[in-house]
Every structure is written in structure tokens, then in C-alpha cells.
């Protein structure tokens, strides 16, 4: 799994800083950067966090390239719903030789191992086949499995991206997105780190579990 963030809004916690004082502050939007030190930016951010006026945080969004994940993973990537995709086709994409994700559980079980390489071998001898026979690669494509891997640009706005790690950063959460979660926070610390200083999920960032009677039992401990 490899992400990259390929673009974000410039200054993004100034941005938002900006935001914040326009809505609590007689200032002309002529002054409305005057000031706005980083020392300040932390302050009014973390004033927004602390206040819940999240819509402030809109103002920033960020682009990330994303590539060897499963379509497994990026259908429930995509029903984050407050962002915008665009995704490798399998239509005008020949999956050749198509690269492939594979669950530990599977990984470290000998038999499920054997059984799984010789799937995935058949599948993709049989795509080639289906192309060979002049099947066109948007019907070849619905023999592939959800373990084949995609390619996928995401942008959203430092809200949204909040809630997507109060979702999937939560134990409960699929191995594969959590793992995708897990590195986009990393870059997203580096770049704006007063606005994703406490994100995480929800037994991290707002002191409760939304799981529930089917909570981990993190909060607790």
C-alpha cells in the first residue's frame, strides 16, 4: 500500500484561522490575515476543535494518491461520501497480471494460502483467456476478485477527513482501510498538525465509544 499526499490547500491552518476570526471578530476582510502567527493559528483552531465549530475546518482540503489497495478496500473508502474519487478504470484498464492484496489470516495459513495463490492463478488465466476470445476488458472485468488491487485520488476537506479517522482508525474497523487510515493521518500530522493533533477515533478524539455494546473495550482501559 503505497499514499501519497499530492496536494493541499496553502497554509492550510491560517486558512482556517482566518475562517475562525471572520466569524468572531469585527475585523475588516482586508486585516482578517493580520496577525495570524502560527502561535495564534494553534490558538483559534484549537478553540474551533474545542468549541465543535467544525465547519471552519472545511476551508482546507487535501489530495491524496493512493495505489495497491484492494477494490475490497476502495469500496468502503468510497462511501466517505464528503470527498471526491477518481479511480483506475477496469473498463479501459487491461488488468494484466493484476496485482493483488491478501489478508494475513489467509497469509499464515498454509492450506488457505495454496488454495488462494491456485484462485487467484485461475482467475487471471481465465481474464486473459476472456480478452484472447475478444471479450471486451469491461466484461473480462467481472470475473476479477475484490482482492485485485486499484489505484485511487482522494480530496477532502480537513472535516471530513476527521470524521473518516474517527470511523476507520477504530479498532473495529477493517484491517486493510484502518491500515490506509493509519498513513494518511502520519502525512496529515506532518502537513497541519494543530488540526489532526487529536484525531483518531472516537474513544481518542472526543473521550467516548460509538461501537457501543460492541466496543474493544479501549476506552476503558
Known amino acids: 500500500m503505497r499514499v501519497k499526499l499530492i496536494s493541499h490547500t496553502e497554509n492550510p491552518e491560517r486558512t ?24 495564534n493559528c494553534d490558538r483559534m483552531i484549537a478553540k474551533a476543535l474545542k468549541l465543535g465549530h467544525f465547519s471552519v ?18 469500496h468502503q473508502l468510497v462511501r466517505h461520501r464528503m470527498a ?6 477496469q ?16 497469509q499464515n495459513n498454509k492450506q488457505a494460502l495454496d488454495q488462494y495463490n491456485s484462485m487467484i492463478d485461475k482467475i487471471s488465466q481465465q481474464y486473459e483467456s476472456f480478452l484472447e ?16 488491487d486499484t489505484k485511487i485520488v482522494m480530496t477532502a476537506n480537513a472535516r471530513s477527513l476527521i470524521n473518516f479517522f474517527e470511523l476507520r482508525l477504530c ?9 490506509l487510515a493509519e498513513k494518511m493521518l502520519d ?25 457501543g455494546e460492541m466496543s474493544c473495550g479501549r476506552l476503558d482501559k
Open 16 to 39: 482556517i484561522a482566518a475562517a475562525m476570526r471572520l466569524c468572531y471578530s469585527a475585523s475588516d476582510i482586508k486585516n482578517i490575515l493580520d496577525g495570524l502567527d502560527d502561535e
Open 57 to 74: 475546518l472545511e476551508h482546507a482540503s487535501y489530495t491524496f494518491a493512493i495505489e495497491d489497495i484492494s477494490r475490497a478496500c476502495s
Open 84 to 89: 471526491s474519487y477518481s479511480q483506475q478504470s
Open 91 to 106: 473498463r479501459y484498464v487491461k488488468m494484466h497480471n493484476f496485482d493483488h492484496s491478501m489478508p494475513l489470516s489467509i
Open 133 to 148: 476470445l475478444g471479450i471486451p476488458a469491461e466484461d473480462a472485468r467481472y470475473i476479477l476478485p475484490n482482492s485485485a
Open 171 to 179: 479498532t473495529r474497523a477493517q484491517w486493510e482501510i484502518r491500515e
Open 187 to 211: 502525512i496529515l500530522k506532518e502537513i497541519s498538525p494543530s488540526i489532526f493533533s487529536n484525531a483518531g477515533p472516537t474513544c481518542v478524539s472526543k473521550g467516548y465509544c460509538s461501537e
